[in-house]
């Protein structure tokens, strides 16, 4: 009868998280940002079919970096998460902090009791009722919760990413100053990203009930060519290991999202 | 409340039906038939009529419980999502319920699929819903309603009528609905050409209803006392677009207007 075969839990931790952290490395960064108009969702996403960034609910919006079948699989589970809720109760009940904490629980759960953990970081983003504040939740594989006040970047080159962003993003600025930003803050000093390689959404205070709105490849390409312009003051080296592939899939021009009619529904008495 | 999760061979894919279902939170049909003393109240006269850009939907406002009025304010036109408009007739809270149901559908599919269904897809699934409430109808809830939308594919305006089976039928020019359907369907039916503009596809709906109101005692006209206005949307490539409080006051100005000169001085006979 040979030996039990003992791994310390430390361990076997260690081993998981290093595990999800080389597979999230391996993908491209995001970067979510609270502005004047709202709150921006930028991705580099060279395909423009298989998405990073989508709508959850009225105001909320998810992204996710890593394994694209992973993080989709959640996107899928939080937009019904979202509309059971507000099926049952009511489309005000609707909310980031309960859904980032689904979320969390689910992605621990994985994390400890599963084989192999969730390769995935995620971002759920509220856009404030008027009055309110903006809310950014960046939750990573372990079901860690992070309540980001400003900005989050998400993704395996996260620390240099947001040590650039966060000299060139204020919180004032316009959707598309945030976007210029994001974009030259992604692709770092030594090299530029082209408007077919970055995904972008706004969750737009001004859009009626469903805020979320993608930017039109005009928009970025506005964007992606002032970004050009300014590039350059980027600090420190970009340190990507590996080149991303979480996403492809061929090129093809992406619809907007449509906005409906700032409808209550039928509201039975 | 734990993330909605399900494995590959069980998942309900972008059906929200099938999702509230699985998660146990669909309704229950009634076990019997309805007591006569429990008269729910009932929505009546819907229509839909296309037009040179789309199509217009309406509805009076009225409820109705046995010979009594329950309701003055209600609506039977809602946008089902951008592009399309349900309006209903029949028991007012399944009616209800299943537009409800059908707005989350579209959203729930749009948003997990990344994209719109069909025109000819948010139909079908209308009529499945229809289908699948035929047992609350069986015990005395029918709810039938019409469909209308702008089909972004052909670029046209497009409406369905359907029975209480969830049988689907495309018409071609004008549909109508509920108790007053026959007085409005015949108004529509008279007033109406190809091409006709969206003004005058406003006054058609609104003559028809007024018309329908002045037969049928179940649909309720104008109240200009209490400023309730029948519900009249257009859907065109612009999308769905309600009829505003103040065009309306204006039309039916125009319309008592035109009635008024029709019947001359003496108010005797003649009709608009």
């Known amino acids: ?269 | 409340m734990t993330l909605p999760t399900f494995s590959p061979h069980d998942d309900p894919g972008p059906d929200f039906a099938g999702l509230v279902r699985r998660v146990g939170l669909a309704p229950e049909p009634p076990a019997g038939a309805l007591s006569a003393d429990l008269l729910p109240p009932h929505g009546t006269t819907v229509v839909a009529v296309r037009y040179a850009d789309g199509v217009v939907m309406a509805g009076d406002r009225r409820a109705t419980s046995g010979n009594l009025i329950s309701h003055r304010t209600i609506e039977k036109v809602f946008p089902a999502d951008r592009y399309s408009g349900v309006a209903i007739a029949g028991a007012a809270g399944p009616a209800v319920e299943m537009v409800t149901l059908f707005q989350l559908q579209l959203e729930h599919y749009e948003k997990v699929e990344g994209q719109h269904l069909s025109l000819e897809g948010k139909a079908n699934q209308l009529s499945q819903m229809v289908r699948s409430h035929l047992p609350a109808a069986m015990q005395g809830l029918a709810v039938v309603p019409l469909f209308a939308g702008y089909d972004l594919h052909r670029g046209t305006g497009r409406l369905f009528q359907y029975d209480v089976t969830g049988g689907r039928y495309e018409e071609q020019d004008f549909a109508s609905s509920g108790s007053g359907m026959l007085h409005a369907g015949t108004v529509v039916k008279l007033g109406f050409r190809r091409e006709l503009e969206r003004g005058d596809v406003v006054d058609l709906a609104l003559k028809a209803l007024w018309t329908a109101a002045d037969e049928d005692s179940a649909t309720g006209g104008p109240d200009a006392r209490r400023g309730i206005w029948p519900v009249i949307a257009t859907i065109s490539a612009d999308g769905y677009q309600r009829v505003g409080d103040e065009e309306m006051a204006t039309r039916f100005a125009a319309l008592l207007e035109a009635d008024r000169e029709v019947r001359g001085a003496t108010g005797a006979g003649g009709s608009i």
Request: charged fraction near 25%; include cysteine.
């Open chain 1, 1 to 269: 009868m040979g030996m039990p075969f003992y791994v310390a839990p430390e361990q076997v931790m260690k081993d998981r998280a290093d595990y999800a952290r080389k597979g999230i490395a391996r993908g491209r960064s995001l970067i979510a940002a609270i502005c004047a108009d709202g709150i921006l969702l930028c991705a580099e996403n060279p395909s423009a079919t298989l998405r990073k960034i989508s709508e959850i609910y009225d105001r909320i919006a998810f992204a996710g970096v890593g394994r694209y079948n992973e993080f989709d699989q959640l996107r899928v589970a939080g937009v019904r998460h979202a509309d059971l809720k507000g099926y049952s109760y009511s489309r005000e009940d609707v909310d980031a902090r309960s859904l980032a904490n689904a979320y969390a629980q689910s992605l621990g759960q994985v994390f400890t009791h599963e084989m192999k953990p969730l390769e995935v970081e995620i971002l759920v983003a509220e856009v404030a009722e008027p009055g309110g504040r903006d809310q950014l939740f960046h939750i990573l594989y372990d079901g860690t919760v992070i309540d980001e006040p400003a900005r989050a970047v998400l993704g395996g080159d996260a620390e240099a990413i947001a040590g650039r962003f966060e000299e060139t993003h204020s919180t004032d600025a316009t959707v598309a100053e945030a976007l210029a930003a994001a974009v030259t803050a992604l692709a770092g000093p030594d090299r530029t990203l082209g408007a077919a390689e970055v995904e972008a959404a706004v969750l737009d205070r001004g859009n009626g009930r469903r805020s979320f709105r993608r930017l039109t490849d005009e928009e970025i390409s506005a964007a992606v060519g002032s970004a050009d312009t300014s590039s350059g003051d980027g600090a420190g080296a970009s340190g990507r290991s590996g080149d991303g592939d979480d996403a492809p899939g061929p090129e093809a021009a992406g619809a907007p999202a449509d906005d409906v009619p700032d409808d209550e529904g039928p509201a039975p008495s």
